[in-house]
């Protein structure tokens, strides 16, 4: 399988199966555009163009870098546990529209977790790691800096934990900043392998959305802790993620100026909710598509100005990325990776949390419900419907299980405006990637 796409007078063909990508002239990309079954004419070409055409398509397909056959590998599954999302509490600072939590109450009491019930988890993850010497905690709300003390004592006890068993943690903790302080940087800077900051972009963006709970905008709170915080962090990893919605379809001025702000890495995803006037809706598509295209030739301008950053999204490494095997198993909700509530609940991940229908256990109990963790174990790319044909299936895996079940009602089906957006994503990630290798 090979898909053909044009950037800007580019003409590009990747290779599915070798994952490898390859410019081209007008004329072969429009052979194989019509070849794809696009909706292209190529009828201008002459005999002598088809045969120069398709002997140079030979001799890629000799050294496997055309139509090469994909292999077919079995999913890297697991029964040792290698992750927990800790949601230290359930209630938050701020009461942001689009909250898939339910403005941090998740549908329910606004709670916090107790240290016993937290170090309950931690114990829990060491119990069910196996070998894993490797493990990961991220404290998620709500807000988990309105429980900074408590997160501090889980940390101390995990690391002590850690050096009895063998295990080494690694921690990462996602905050509004609300109430970043001295004291919250200096030890997310001492324990913190990531950190994950929220700032939806220009001010009023973001004050359109993010609301503290009397009502006001948070930006001119938030954002000179944040841009203090980046100053501090050194070379250790942090992101800042925006979400963009049906209001902020020109979210690419949204990126920019958070670069701007001197963030160096930095994340803006579409929003995922059914509130009628901020939800992505198919007719929305074409303009999204087109703002990726805008960002992507804003992101190299920076890049080649010297002064570029790190885009999540336009990261795509075809060479050294995640083995195949990795690729294919889709995300390790449900089976490797658990959400923990407040009562110490265990869910297959934040997104369902709350669901009694995808409750797997307790950490007091310290089992699993083997039914619903072998739904997740034996979900993977190959049993992603109307993946088969889509040239991006080794890059996205097969899309969120959660969005895929909140909008299709199958953790199986993948949602058809997700995929179009990550379809974008993917070829501007590519053209990127030609325009560093100095290919474009």
Aim: some cysteine.
């Amino acid at each position: 399988m090979y898909h053909v796409f044009s950037f800007k007078n580019n003409n590009y063909i990747y290779d599915v199966g070798s994952g490898s990508l390859h410019m081209c002239d007008k004329k072969t990309a429009d052979y194989l555009a019509e070849r794809e079954g696009q909706a292209v004419d190529a009828s201008y070409l002459s005999a002598e163009d088809v045969a120069a055409i398709q002997r140079d398509l030979a001799e890629l397909k000799d050294g496997g870098l055309f139509e090469a056959e994909e292999v077919k590998t079995y999913p890297v599954k697991s029964d040792e546990v290698k992750a927990l999302c800790i949601h230290i509490c359930h209630d938050c600072n701020l009461r942001c529209r689009y909250c898939f939590a339910d403005e941090g109450a998740y549908h329910s009491a606004r709670e916090f977790m107790s240290e016993q019930t937290a170090k309950q988890a931690i114990d829990f993850l060491i119990a069910n790691s196996g070998k894993r010497r490797i493990l990961e905690a991220d404290f998620f709300g709500g807000e988990p800096l309105m429980c900074l003390d408590v997160i501090k004592n889980v940390v101390a006890y995990a690391r002590e934990q850690g050096e009895k068993h063998g295990k080494k943690f690694l921690f990462t903790t996602t905050t509004n900043a609300l109430l970043l302080d001295d004291d919250a940087i200096d030890f997310f800077n001492r324990e913190m392998e990531n950190i994950v900051l929220s700032v939806d972009g220009r001010r009023a963006v973001h004050d359109a959305i993010r609301k503290t709970v009397n009502g006001k905008g948070s930006f001119d709170i938030v954002l000179p802790k944040i841009k203090k915080f980046v100053q501090s962090r050194g070379n250790k990893s942090y992101y800042v993620r925006g979400t963009f919605t049906a209001k902020n379809l020109d979210f690419a001025e949204d990126v920019m100026f958070l670069a701007d702000q001197g963030f160096d890495s930095i994340s803006m995803e579409p929003v995922v909710t059914d509130i009628p006037d901020l939800m992505i809706k198919p007719e929305h598509l074409p303009r999204i598509k087109a703002e990726y295209e805008r960002l992507c030739e804003m992101y190299i301008q920076r890049y080649k100005q010297g002064n570029g950053f790190n885009f999540f999204h336009f990261n795509i490494d075809l060479e050294g990325g995640p083995c195949l095997a990795k690729r294919v198993s889709a995300c390790g909700a449900g089976n490797e990776y658990f959400s923990v509530v407040p009562n110490g609940d265990i869910y297959p991940c934040h997104q369902f949390a709350g669901d009694e229908k995808f409750k797997m256990g307790n950490v007091y109990e310290g089992k699993l419900d083997a039914d619903i963790r072998r739904l997740f174990a034996e979900s993977c790319l190959f049993t992603r419907k109307n993946c088969s044909g889509c040239f991006a299936k080794f890059i996205c895996s097969g899309g969120c299980s959660a969005n895929n079940y909140h909008f299709t009602g199958d953790i199986q089906t993948p949602y058809e405006i997700t995929c179009e957006m990550m379809k974008k994503r993917a070829e501007c990630a590519m053209h990127v990637l030609a325009v560093k290798k100095g290919m474009a």
